[in-house]
């Protein structure tokens, strides 16, 4: 308890000193905890959200929703029998399989039937009845679990379908897959949100009381318990007020009463943010606090813009626009925005579009209201150009015989760094392995060399050797092209006028340069 009072008290201090979202007033028990908003996945609170631990029955809502997934696909409907095996039986009367709701051999009950039982009394005998349906056996279905799991994005390892041993999952993950299982198959909450269920004359209630032996919660309409000596006292709650949705998840409780009790303080809470994040967000401007004069072609331009006006910090979609076109790299569907948050677009014009280059940013709120900031900056019409040389310009050599070939390229562009498309050609054809789409320029020059070996095989004749940087067809780049003329002539027409130790045709690349990748783009949030 100390542990828990002194996190508390360093997050406070913490909420204070950094200005994010402080959750100081909350007194629960749970060893994890996570609440979300419903409608956006926006985390709203997280203690230790990120720890696997076990979930005991909410394991159960994975086997659900693997179980809506085939009645959408048509193989089962809610009507459906599902037959009753030995085994089934047998651990439905197991005390070691709570909850202990007893199924008949041979007997036969709908998937709707099941269903209730596996949500509201948490029978775990209902999960492998249905796995075993579904699957053939519990172990294929657990097998279909995690891979379940992993395409959802979740942070789970399962080893049975129903969690009376062991599994493991993230309080973060457990409240993701209820909001996908709530969007996707909505008609579970027409289980959850029931306060019991009868089934062969036995009354069993929702193990989560808050539905119906404790006071109610305003707007609660599920979702699962789970209990377990691994895994304590754990249990994931939704509900909605004002057309909104939280969703809490309460992982390795002290209670049965205490995990009821953290539910409520943070589902408050939940509402309580989307509240003040609403208004946060109603009172957010954007403004672009810097920019360049004019841009122009490969010349990196930075534009930074900073939201103000922001009372409680909260995510939105951000994303940055040239010309109307959303740049990539520089999206980000969470981004955090609090009060004097910048975010700043580096960015490299190519060709010359226009006189004028429009830049925008725009936070998407989930209402779909937008906030934009935007800007237009005149384009210089120059584009970048180079000049060069190649080590040699002509040269006699006969078969067998090895030239290197050099080209050094300078400019006055005065831009630091500069990527282009560039390659050594032979006869106007590529070279294998010797053209690059990224070939550096640093501080206008550079310089590339290629060993090149004409074939014992090789015809007497005139060919043409180039090194190219750029495109013909770019308005942005004037294109190089440098070229040597090589002539192929037998060995005693050559003794010694062969310029010594040089180039010519692709073997192995010896090219050597400064060329590296582009620069990953950053994005908004970073």
């Not at 985390?43 to 809502?61: I, N």
């Not at 049965?256 to 208004?279: M, T, V």
């Not at 060069?388 to 290197?404: D, E, F, H, M, R």
Request: negative net charge; glycine residues 6%; charged residues 15%.
């Amino acid at each position: 308890m100390y542990k828990k009072f002194l996190a508390i008290v360093l997050s406070v201090a913490l909420c204070v000193g950094i200005a994010v979202p402080c959750a100081g007033a909350l007194n629960f028990e749970a060893a994890s905890v996570f609440v979300m908003d419903g409608d956006t996945g926006e985390e709203l609170y997280s203690y230790y959200g990120d720890t696997a631990r076990v979930p005991a029955s909410m394991t159960k809502v994975l086997t659900a929703y693997i179980i809506y997934q085939e009645l959408e696909k048509g193989t089962i409907t809610l009507d459906t029998p599902i037959k009753i095996s030995h085994n089934v039986a047998v651990k439905s009367r197991d005390s070691n399989y709570p909850m202990a709701v007893p199924l008949t051999e041979g007997t036969t009950y709908t998937v709707d039937t099941l269903l209730h039982l596996i949500m509201i009394p948490s029978a775990s005998a209902s999960c492998i009845a249905m796995a075993e349906h579904i699957s053939g056996s519990e172990s294929a279905f657990v097998k279909r679990m995690n891979e379940t799991a992993k395409s959802l994005g979740l942070n789970a390892t399962y080893y049975n379908c129903h969690g009376a041993q062991p599994n493991y999952i993230t309080a973060r993950s457990q409240a993701k897959l209820t909001k996908i299982f709530i969007d996707t198959y909505p008609d579970i909450l027409r289980i959850t949100s029931k306060s019991g269920v009868s089934f062969n004359g036995s009354y069993y209630n929702n193990t989560n009381h808050m539905l119906n032996t404790m006071a109610p919660y305003e707007g609660l309409d599920g979702f699962k318990t789970g209990t377990i000596a691994e895994a304590g006292y754990c249990v994931t709650t939704t509900a909605v007020r004002n057309g909104r949705r939280v969703i809490a998840v309460v992982m390795k409780s002290t209670s049965d009463a205490q995990r009821f009790a953290d539910s409520r303080q943070l589902l408050d809470y939940g509402f309580q943010q989307i509240e003040l994040r609403n208004a946060s967000r109603a009172s957010t401007t954007a403004t672009i606090t810097s920019q360049p004069a004019s841009v122009r072609p490969y010349e990196s331009a930075a534009f930074t813009v900073q939201m103000n006006g922001v009372s409680t910090p909260y995510a939105a979609k951000a994303q940055w626009y040239v010309d109307g076109q959303p740049v990539e790299g520089y999206g980000n569907s969470s981004f955090s925005v609090s009060a004097g948050r910048t975010s700043t677009l580096n960015y490299t014009l190519r060709e010359l579009t226009g006189s004028t280059l429009s830049v925008a940013f725009v936070l998407t709120m989930p209402d779909g209201t937008e906030k934009r900031a935007e800007t237009t900056v005149a384009i210089e019409q120059r584009p970048v150009s180079y000049t060069g040389s190649l080590n040699i310009q002509s040269a006699a050599v006969y078969p067998g015989k090895t030239l290197t070939v050099t080209a050094d390229i300078g400019g006055a562009n005065e831009i630091a760094r500069v990527q282009l498309p560039a390659g050594w050609y032979w006869d106007g054809e590529p070279i294998t392995n010797y053209t690059n789409n990224a070939f550096t320029i640093l501080n206008d020059a550079a310089s590339s060399s290629y060993t090149l070996k004409i074939p014992e095989h090789a015809a007497p004749g005139a060919h043409t050797l180039s090194f190219i940087v750029g495109q013909a067809d770019s308005t942005g780049v004037e294109q190089l092209v440098l070229t040597a003329d090589v002539e192929i002539v037998s060995p005693s027409t050559v003794e010694d006028t062969v310029e010594p130790d040089e180039t010519t045709e692709p073997e192995q690349p010896t090219e050597t340069d400064t060329i590296t990748e582009p620069d990953a783009a950053e994005d908004p949030a970073a």
